[in-house]
């Protein structure tokens, strides 16, 4: 997979933040503390750094594994992708973490262990959604 792929499929993944948020990509930039510049070329399918990952991920409390999301799915057509559901993507992301890096647990184990990383997953987006309800200094 290319950097064009990742790229585009990050790209995304911001839409969807600026959606959910109901903000510019000013704003954007602004509460990832990067250059406005920078996260306009976010949005013509530029791969960022890990480092401008993390503070995407920071300033608009969201897991980076969220941003990368399963760049597969990422890439489907707009008319076949289905609306947005960060309930069920936060327990899929966790179940597919777990299974790569723990595949001989039993099934309460795993089952254990995706709910605790599901719900630190759901805490973020919670979180997110509680920021969006507070006005930003600018009045958005």
Known sequence: ??????????????ERLLELHSISKAELARRANLPSRTVENYFKGHAPSAEALFMIASGMHVPVDWLLGDLFLAMRSQNQSDDFDPIFECIRSAAQELLEAEPLLTTDELARKIATNARQKIDHIEHAYTAKAEPSADGQ
């Open 1 to 14: 997979m290319g950097k064009s792929d990742v790229g585009d499929a990050i790209r995304i993944r911001l």
